[in-house]
């Protein structure tokens, strides 16, 4: 069993910068890759960023390619997505995913693991 408790969201200003985190804890962190996903009021679940479990595989939505770095530090158990540029299109619940089978996941159903997400809010 792996649980995952993500935290950094908040309200923020168009153009502004978060941080998110995701601290894993139950199994190995190294075992599994981690991913990011956001769900906006009204829509489906989508896919951010995703880094495989050695931190060498590293995908990133269309939407949020040149704005978001996804990193990981396996000794911390932990992963962060670096969000700079912000606009009021990204605003949504942020959810922390893992998967111990897939090597780089993108889609929700790869994922085992999910956290309970954090909100990010883009004001304009």
């Known amino acids: 069993q792996v649980q995952l408790v993500e935290s950094g969201g908040g309200l923020v200003q168009a153009g502004g910068s978060l941080r998110l985190s995701c601290a894993a804890s139950?199994?190995?962190?190294?075992?599994?890759?981690m991913g990011w996903f956001r769900q906006a009021p009204g829509k489906e679940r989508d896919f951010v960023s995703g880094?495989?479990?050695?931190?060498?595989?590293?995908k990133y939505a269309d939407s949020v390619k040149g704005r978001v770095t996804i990193s990981r530090d396996n000794a911390k158990n932990k992963v962060y997505p670096q969000m700079n540029n912000l606009k009021p299109e990204d605003t949504a619940v942020y959810y922390c995913?893992?998967?111990?089978?897939?090597?780089?996941?993108?889609?929700?159903?790869?994922?085992?693991?999910w956290g309970q997400g954090t909100q990010v809010t883009v004001s304009s």
């Open positions: 139950g199994r190995t962190f190294s075992n599994y890759a």
């Open positions: 995913a893992a998967s111990t089978w897939v090597a780089s996941p993108m889609e929700s159903w790869e994922y085992e693991y």
């Open positions: 880094i495989s479990w050695g931190g060498d595989i590293i």
